[in-house]
């Protein structure tokens, strides 16, 4: 598994989200006074992140755009969090055609005698129906910063290792008050 933020929300971004985030307390509140009372913000966002739900929505104009290759199991989990978000992902069966013969290297874990069956495969249609799960796959996604939390929450301690590695990186990208 391979994982790389290809967009960070920006100092500026953040700062714009904390705008937004006071606006509930000041109508007229403007980026230079959150620039000076920075750490204020940065502590009234921890406690809405806290209290979770609609409170910390301001999380969700803060996004990230990441390049993933992992196996296609840990993706059908990983879908179900794209909800208004988009994934670019490599064909599979342009993958095949390209990868041809599959090698031990385009899978998490294979037995030689399923890649020696594979591989005698001649339609790359049915290759690519019959793949197994250990399939490695490159995507290009986006979540949002709320997504996210909700990722490390629901998969904190999964038995998939591939979950501790992904909820780790997760949560040391996130700004240090939306950390829970």
Known sequence: MR???????TDYEIKVVLMGMGLSYDPNLDILEVERKQAHFEKVARELVKKGGSHSKFLRMLHYQFDLTAPLYLW?????????????STSTVHSIKKYRPLKKEHFEIIDDRILDLLNNIEDDLTLSKIL?????????????????????????????????ILVDYMYSILPSFARQ
């Open 3 to 9: 994982i790389e933020v290809i967009k960070f929300p």
């Open 76 to 88: 059908k989990h990983l879908d179900q969090y794209k909800v208004g978000s988009t994934t670019l």
């Open 132 to 164: 197994p799960l250990s399939f490695l796959q490159r995507r290009l996604f986006d979540l949002n910063a709320q997504q996210i939390l909700n990722i490390i929450h629901q998969r904190k301690g999964h038995k998939f290792k591939e979950w501790e």
